[in-house]
């Protein structure tokens, strides 16, 4: 672990089995997927092994009733989305009722990763130039196969096909094709949140574009702790922006799934926490009823009581050393055993890059900045420029926060996301309708979608 550090640089170290619960166990590799996700235009690791463009341009199976697809899933988050809709109706004209290979064209590529590549295509039944964009990955199996990954390949088809929510991908398809194995999502035209926060001036945002971005990924991540699916590789590459300006997380090859079993908690220290005199945080996620007050006596005793809506997946437990140097938590670093906690600590780190243009312990090497994680005190730069009215010193309190080395005392080790939510930093942030509030970017073109008649004309991004 001698090569020199970039910002694209990503562990490659043999790895122990996972343990995920006391009944079930997987090993799984350790090497991290290389910002492959749907739009991610860069490429990160090694080609070798990965399907040719032309090869699927040529891919003729002899035997068509092998390329089956499962159905379209059921995306109540996306119940007005047109490309959707296309791909629900073209599947509803086959007989069969499922899509293949066939039924889409391959554009061109944009993207890879360490377990396959990323096309831009549309159904083949769309006019030409009037289809609407997917991104399909595409994994060589056989490739896949003989680095020992395929248990990767579909631990990620696994998580694809449960998630429904606005920050995380759509799976649209989901077939097999001879020798390959491809899943249609969305296509995120607009880039990733790295070469964003490039092109910002001074290549950083400001902490008030950089609350919203990592509002967004909280979410993200309180859905998958809920689903018992531990991320493990945020990184800005992997945070991609739809065309509307909102973020999708992507790449969850890395991911280690277990259960959480959600619970309503009190605590009569949420006094102490700055949202406890206000009503309870709006949440989009289910057993919202469960924190509705009946009685007025029940709204006296939440001011003094809050409820919280806590899911996490407790009991999973790795040894795996897996994620992108620079995000990787010091129990990882130091080859311990970790768990949710260290998408809590990525967290951190995500907000203190956004907001000044570096990851907080970066060293000249990757040796050098494992070390740093493990032992080095976090330090800020002497100012941060503040010209949006957002307080830094709410921001710097979160990162101390998340960026604390011990597990067990970092911020979201107990109540996972909900202690998070309820810092200082997000005071006026309505989560439940984050997904309305104007991006501090927005890059792509307008579509129109379907809206309810009593509605005014809405417009959505695909």
Same mark, same amino acid.
């Not at 009569?268 to 469960?290: E, M, V």
């Not at 312990?361 to 040796?367: H, L, M, Q």
């Given at each position: 672990m001698t090569s020199d550090?970039?910002? @694209?640089? @990503?562990?490659?170290?043999?790895?122990?089995?996972? &343990?995920? &619960?006391? !009944?079930? $166990?997987? !090993?799984?590799? !350790?090497?991290?997927?290389?910002?492959?996700? *749907?739009?991610? @235009?860069?490429?990160?690791?090694?080609t070798s092994g990965r399907p040719s463009f032309d090869d699927l341009l040529l891919l003729k199976p002899r035997r068509p009733p092998s390329l089956t697809a499962s159905p379209s899933f059921k995306k109540p988050h996306r119940s007005s989305d047109l490309p959707y809709e296309a791909i629900r109706a073209a599947a509803a004209r086959k007989p069969s009722g499922r899509l293949s290979f066939r039924d889409f064209v391959l554009l061109r590529r944009i993207g890879g990763g360490d377990i396959g590549a990323v096309y831009l295509c549309r159904l083949a039944a769309a006019d030409d130039g009037d289809g609407f964009p997917y991104a399909m990955k595409v994994v060589d199996r056989e490739a896949t196969a003989a680095k020992k990954k395929t248990a990767r390949a579909e631990a990620e088809r696994r998580i694809l096909r449960r998630l429904d929510h606005p920050f995380l991908p759509t799976l649209y398809a989901d077939f097999e094709a001879p020798r390959y194995s491809c899943l249609v999502m969305e296509y995120c035209p607009g880039g990733d949140l790295h070469s964003l926060r490039h092109r910002r001036p001074g290549k950083r945002f400001s902490v008030a574009a950089a609350r919203f971005y990592v509002a967004e990924v909280l979410l993200a991540l309180e859905y998958l702790h809920l689903l018992g699916i531990i991320y493990r590789d945020l990184k800005p590459e992997n945070v991609l922006i739809r065309s509307d300006g909102h973020i999708m997380l992507s790449d969850f090859d890395l991911s280690l799934e277990s259960h959480s079993i959600p619970t309503v908690d009190s605590?009569?220290? #949420? @006094?102490?926490?700055?949202?406890?005199?206000?009503? *309870?945080?709006?949440?989009?996620?289910? +057993?919202? /009823?469960?924190?509705?007050? /009946? $009685? &007025?006596? #029940?709204?006296?005793?939440? /001011?003094?009581?809050?409820? /919280? +809506? %806590?899911?996490?997946? %407790?009991?999973?437990?790795s040894r795996s050393f897996v994620g992108t140097h620079e995000y990787v938590a010091p129990e990882v670093a130091a080859g311990g055993t970790h768990g949710a906690a260290v998408?809590?600590?990525?967290?951190?780190?995500l907000l203190y890059e956004l907001v000044h243009g570096r990851t907080p +312990? %970066?060293?000249?090497?990757?040796?050098c900045t494992l070390r740093n994680i493990v032992r080095r005190t976090i330090d800020f730069p002497p100012r941060v420029h503040q010209t949006d009215g957002c307080d830094y010193s709410a921001a710097k309190d979160l990162m101390m926060g998340l960026l604390t080395k011990d597990p067990n005392k970092r911020l979201g080790s107990e109540r996972g996301a909900a202690d998070v939510k309820s810092h200082v930093f997000f005071k006026g942030i309505n989560f439940a309708l984050l997904r309305s509030h104007v991006p501090p970017v927005v890059p792509g073109r307008l579509v129109r979608s379907r809206t309810a008649r009593s509605e005014p004309d809405r417009f959505e991004y695909f």
């Open positions: 550090l970039s910002l @694209d640089s @990503d562990l490659d170290i043999g790895t122990p089995s996972e &343990t995920l &619960t006391p !009944s079930q $166990t997987s !090993s799984i590799s !350790s090497t991290s997927s290389g910002g492959g996700g *749907p739009g991610a @235009d860069h490429n990160r690791c090694s605590s009569d220290d #949420d @006094d102490d926490q700055p949202n406890a005199d206000g009503p *309870p945080t709006p949440t989009c996620l289910p +057993f919202s /009823r469960l924190l509705r007050a /009946r $009685t &007025t006596a #029940d709204l006296r005793r939440r /001011r003094r009581r809050q409820r /919280r +809506f %806590v899911a996490e997946p %407790v009991a999973a437990r998408d809590w600590w990525a967290l951190g780190v +312990f %970066v060293g000249p090497t990757n040796e």
